[in-house]
Structure formats: structure tokens, C-alpha cells
């Protein structure tokens, strides 16, 4: 049911919600995504592709850290493919010191219907020395190269990345001109989590973006989506056992299966209601450009106008823009309205008595007027200036 009511596809891969699970070292493996089954998209791994990376893990395991270790990593990637295939959609984060082990995997997870990500995310040294991991963050053209070269092989592919290492816009820009798919993005600053990030790399790209770090709640994860992002991941909310001192940091509340579960139900629930789960808030307060579909007229000095200079829009187009879309459609009208057009009327989540009578008048419920609007918001974002 989920799945028709979000309708999420990259490329072959088709996700039945917005709630993922995010990779873990040494415990998100198949058996572990088995308690999970309710996410849109379990992430398996991090995964080590060839053999200078095994060795670094085991050196990683020899401090203490939780590590996958393989003799044999192909064959153990297909055991972990084939032991989660009925599950829900997956991805497995992967790391290599070179090329070919990503080609060579992502061959064999596109037989399995499933994504295949970068890990450009793991800053533990014994990787780094190896340029895998948090290196390819700071070795763009490389990334790029192969991203260019995985992609040759048709699979969906991901990149995870650590936010305010580098230029995260400018990074996100690269990845998406070298034809990545997904940005599945850390969002992790020293004072806590850069919401902000989302919304920048929002603004700049088209990318499908999977907003992760400290999602241990709908607050958070809302936060995550009204600033850009179209999933979240759960990375620590997952474990079961979470500590005092985690649950400080992380958050208190559900954790574990129930977590995920939780999410789903809300999401769920609000997208059956609004008919757009991750919309942005409203410029004015705080949102990506997305939301240049909720605005009113130019006609006053308002955050709109800095809006508009960001997406390379004059306030003159902006109004044509609008008009063009929502003429012949049941936007167009709204006698009584500010404007006398829905074009320029609020999200359906903000009490507004005008905009909700002009609804009533034309019958259109609040799930299909906010269905217009995110037409109306990709409308007015592929008229922007990237």
C-alpha cells in the first residue's frame, strides 16, 4: 500500500516510503536488515570490495572497531544480496582502493535489483590511506571518474557523504554532473546537525537526496524532509540496547525495529493527509526554493526576493511562471483569495479561511491542491538557474 502511496523510483529501484536504514560497520548486514522489512530501503555495509581494504578492516578490528571482513568479497557481497533480496528494496555501501571492485560490483547488484553506494563517507585513517572512504571527498576527479565508470554498468548509484568536510554544494554539483543518482548525505557539523546542508545542495541540484544523521524521531525526520531532503536514513535510532549516554545524544524515545516502524506509520499518515510528505516550509520561513510553489506576489520586500536572485529568476518571470502552469487548471481560480488565484496561496498545513474556502468552491480537496503545487513547485525549479 505504501508503495503506491509515495510512488518513489530511481532508475529500476522502486521504494514503498521514504524511511531508510543506514549502513553501520560490522552490523548492518543481511541477517540485521531482516528485523527492518517495514523501511523503503535498507542500506547494507559498508562492504570492503578487494583485498587492501579487508586488510585495513582487520586492522580496524584489531583496535576494536566493528568491521565486514572477507577472504572472498564478491561472493560474500552475493551471500548479503541473496540473503536480503525479499526484504524491501536494498543498497549496499561499498569501499575499494581502486576501480574496478566497484564495477565489478555493481554488475552483480543490478542483477539483484538493487543500488549500489560509494562509501566517500568512512574517515577511519586505515581507509583514507588507501584513497577510500572520506579520501574520494577530497579527490573529486576521481570520484567523478568513477562514478562515471560504475554508471556505465547501468546500476542506481549512491554516494555517502560527510557534510563540511569539503564544498558540500560544489561536491553534490560533481557528483551529479558525473551521473550519480543519490546523494545520501551525513549532515554532521561540529555543533550538531547542519540541517542547512539539505537545503543547499536542495537548491543546486536535482539529485534524490537521503538525509541522514540524528533522525531519532517524525521531528527530526520532518526537519530533514521540509528542508529538501526525499528520505532518511536511521542510523543509530536502529540498534536495539541503545545506551543512556547514546539515547542522550541521539535522543530518547523509540529505537530499535520500532523506530523504523514508527516513521513509516507517521510519514504514511502524513502523506495521505497532505498528499506531499517532504514539502518545504514556506520561504519566509526558512525553506528551500521548492517552495517558491506556496509564495505570493512579488509585491512586497520580502524574503521571496532573495529567493528569487538565488534561483535566477526576475519577480516578472516568477509571475509568468506561475500563471503559464496553473492556467486551465483548478489552481487557477480563488475568488476572495489575496490574489485571486490559488497560484499565489499557502501550503495546506497554515490556517487560511480564504485559501479554504476557494477550495471548497472549486471542490478540491487538500490532498489534490497540494499534489498540484509540488507540480508546480518542480515546474518553477526546472526553470532555475543551477
Known amino acids: ?135 574520494l571527498l577530497r579527490d573529486v576527479p576521481r570520484l567523478c571518474e568513477y562514478i562515471r565508470e560504475i554508471k556505465k554498468t547501468g546500476v542506481v548509484l549512491s554516494v555517502k557523504t560527510r557534510a563540511n568536510v569539503v564544498n558540500d554544494v560544489e561536491l553534490a554539483k560533481a557528483i551529479e554532473k558525473a551521473g550519480a543518482d543519490i546523494i545520501h548525505i551525513d549532515a554532521m557539523h561540529p555543533q550538531g546537525v547542519d540541517i542547512g546542508v539539505i537545503k543547499r545542495i536542495r537548491n543546486s541540484t536535482d539529485l534524490f537526496i537521503i538525509g541522514n ?5 517524525l521531528e527530526s525526520a520532518k526537519e530533514m524532509f ?59 520561513g526558512g525553506g528551500d526554493l521548492r517552495a517558491l510553489a506556496f509564495c505570493c506576489l512579488p509585491v512586497k520586500d520580502c524574503a521571496l526576493h532573495g529567493a528569487l536572485k538565488q534561483a535566477g529568476i526576475s519577480a516578472e518571470e516568477f509571475m509568468k511562471l506561475k500563471m503559464d502552469f496553473t492556467r486551465g487548471t483548478p489552481l487557477e481560480p480563488g475568488n476572495g483569495t489575496c490574489f485571486g488565484s490559488m497560484a499565489w496561496c499557502c501550503k495546506i498545513t497554515k490556517p487560511c479561511f480564504l485559501r479554504d474556502s476557494a477550495l471548497t468552491s472549486t471542490r478540491l480537496s487538500d490532498v489534490d491542491y497540494m499534489k498540484l503545487k509540488k507540480k508546480l513547485s518542480e515546474y518553477i525549479m526546472k526553470k532555475r538557474k543551477k
Open 1 to 135: 500500500m505504501t508503495k503506491d502511496l509515495f510512488n518513489i523510483n530511481i532508475g529500476y529501484a522502486s521504494l514503498k516510503n521514504p524511511i531508510a536504514t543506514a549502513p553501520l560497520a560490522g552490523i548492518t548486514d543481511s541477517k540485521f536488515a531482516s528485523k527492518f522489512s517495514n523501511a523503503g530501503l535498507i542500506v547494507l555495509g559498508g562492504y570492503n570490495l578487494d583485498k587492501r581494504t579487508n586488510e585495513a578492516a582487520r586492522k580496524e578490528v584489531a583496535r576494536g572497531r566493528n568491521e565486514f571482513v572477507s577472504d572472498d568479497p564478491m561472493n560474500f557481497l552475493e551471500q548479503e544480496l541473496t540473503g536480503s533480496r525479499d526484504l524491501t528494496t536494498i543498497a549496499v555501501n561499498v569501499r575499494a582502493a581502486s576501480l574496478e571492485p566497484y564495477v565489478q560490483a555493481a554488475h552483480l547488484v543490478k542483477t539483484y535489483g538493487a543500488i549500489l553506494e560509494i562509501n566517500a563517507h568512512c574517515r577511519q585513517p586505515e581507509m583514507v590511506e588507501l584513497g577510500a572512504g572520506e579520501a
Open 213 to 217: 544523521n540524528s533522525v531519532v524521531d
Open 226 to 284: 521540509s528542508h529538501g531532503a526525499d528520505m532518511v536514513s536511521v542510523a543509530r535510532g536502529v540498534l536495539e540496547g541503545i545506551s543512556s549516554h547514546e539515547a542522550t545524544v541521539h535522543g530518547p524515545g523509540l529505537h530499535g525495529p520500532g523506530l523504523i516502524d514508527h516513521l513509516v506509520d507517521e510519514i504514511s499518515a502524513i502523506q495521505s493527509m497532505t498528499g506531499w510528505y517532504n514539502a518545504p516550509k514556506h520561504i519566509c
